[in-house]
């Protein structure tokens, strides 16, 4: 639970500010902006058309809901953020915080509901829902926007690029791979100290995990292992950094790798060494020349990593080295693949173009992209914004006096900003196809079985109804 003295975990304060004035006059509102006595609000989020995306893979939703959600509100809530808004300059309807506490438990009377965490969808479907249960609650759908939209748009967009990631990968290997079998560490998370936060590297780390294997994103596994009862979801190996090498001076970079395998190769199979420190080749020729001898009685995987240059061209010239040096072999379509003890990774410069720039690099070349893995940092953990996939939480329903409305934005200056109406039914078709249908439709007109309805309640009241596993997560990914 939530230490709730310290301000930054208080619920009531996390929102835009501008919130606090919207409420509307009724029997537990003083003031505010919506029709008076509404009694109900139900709004949807949703990657809209038009963004970097075409598809995008849903992840993140149990994390926030079992962090912050679970914690019940308290009157030293209620007077801290009340304190807060008056010195902030915002209004504070106190009145209906305290009928939360006193009727609810301090529990937001609200149904989230939303499709499977590791669905892959077409932009344009909705991904959650947020509905009250109670009239007491009918502002809080439009309230908890802020919240809400931040704990999905960053995993989702993190979990979506790495997918494709993997399918650019995975394309590599289906043309000059013998199998598929190393996909699952192709792709490795080195973009922890690059993120703005220790909770963005997690939550983006986990989310990239999702589709691979490889990271050394530590706190990602715990989120893991917190949240979706993963007991480790990733791995990684020994591996030299600039520093370690540089200790031992430009002139004993060879007695470095002699150590560093020394030191590690008893116990572990696989060993990777950042090789630029000085000159490149010459790091490659030690490894391939004067540790040959070795690096084969040792019997495990060197793999050696380039740090600077043309993250496209520079592995490709690393494997051609290491295959004059220690020659490899064709595999069954006729690509090059090094012998077992050498492998190359590019860690640096890596996003989805210029991996798929290296990958047809390497097959240009007639060698197996199975020779090589990837590292990536702030392209895969930092540089996404909620406007990649055009994330957006809008009302569509309203109830006033309890009759229902669909309402929405559709504005003339940008009609890809348009916003859905009523409430919404999301099913998958026979040949594989997800859909969004108005509520109305699914259950009159269509007589849809409720069940078959992808938006299904997660949480409810403050309890969560619905917890996913990550090998659940993982298996819905690779449908």
């Not at 080749?281 to 043309?310: H, K």
């Not at 569509?396 to 039914?425: C, H, L, M, Q, W």
Request: hydrophobic share 35%; with cysteine.
């Amino acid at each position: 639970m939530l230490n709730v003295t310290n301000p930054l975990n208080n619920l009531l304060i996390d929102t835009d500010s501008y919130k606090d004035s919207h409420g509307a006059t009724g029997a537990i509102h003083a003031f505010g902006q919506y029709p008076p006595n509404t009694t109900k609000q139900y709004s949807y989020i949703e990657a809209r058309s038009g963004g970097k995306f075409d598809k995008v893979l849903f992840f993140g939703l149990q994390i926030y809901l079992m962090q912050y959600l679970s914690t019940p509100i308290t009157m030293e809530m209620i007077d801290q953020a009340e304190e807060f808004n008056n010195a902030h300059g915002e209004p504070f309807d106190r009145q209906k915080w305290e009928k939360i506490l006193s009727d609810h438990n301090g529990f937001l009377p609200i149904e989230i509901s939303a499709i499977p965490e590791g669905t892959v969808v077409p932009t344009g479907i909705p991904l959650v829902t947020v509905t009250n249960t109670h009239p007491d609650g009918w502002w809080i759908p439009s309230w908890i926007e802020t919240q809400l939209q931040r704990a999905v748009w960053y995993p989702t967009t993190v979990a979506t690029l790495s997918k494709m990631a993997k399918n650019v990968i995975k394309k590599g290997l289906e043309t000059s791979a013998d199998n598929l079998d190393g996909l699952a560490f192709k792709l490795h998370d080195f973009g922890s100290r690059g993120s703005t936060s220790r909770e963005s590297a997690a939550l983006g780390g986990v989310a990239h995990l999702v589709n691979f294997m490889g990271s050394d994103t530590k706190v990602a596994n715990i989120y893991a292992k917190t949240f979706y009862d993963e007991p480790m979801a990733s791995f990684s190996l020994p591996a030299t950094e600039h520093s370690s090498v540089s200790a031992w001076g430009d002139k004993s970079e060879l007695h470095m790798f002699r150590n560093f395998l020394n030191q590690f190769g008893p116990k572990y199979k696989m060993l990777a060494c950042v090789s630029d420190t000085y000159n490149l080749m010459n790091a490659v020729d030690l490894w391939t020349i004067n540790l040959r001898e070795e690096v084969r009685n040792w019997g495990g995987t060197i793999v050696i990593r380039p740090d600077s240059g043309d993250p496209t061209t520079i592995p490709v010239q690393t494997v051609q080295r290491i295959h004059q040096n220690v020659p490899g072999r064709s595999n069954r379509k006729g690509f090059l693949i090094l012998p077992d003890s050498y492998r190359v990774i590019q860690g640096d410069g890596m996003n989805l173009k210029s991996t798929e720039v290296l990958d047809n690099n390497l097959i240009e070349a007639g060698i197996s992209t199975d020779n090589l893995a990837r590292g990536m940092g702030g392209g895969l953990l930092q540089l996404v914004s909620r406007d990649d996939a055009r994330f957006a939480q809008k009302l569509s329903s309203i109830s006033i006096e309890n009759v229902s409305y669909g309402v929405g934005k559709n504005p003339v200056t940008d009609p890809t900003k348009a916003s859905k109406r009523g409430e919404f039914y999301v099913k998958r078709l026979d040949n594989g196809e997800i859909v969004c249908i108005n509520i109305v439709e699914a259950t009159t007109r269509l007589k849809l079985n409720p069940t078959d309805n992808l938006l299904q309640p997660v949480w409810v009241n403050g309890k969560l109804v619905r917890k996913q596993s990550f090998q659940n997560i993982r298996d819905l990914s690779n449908l």
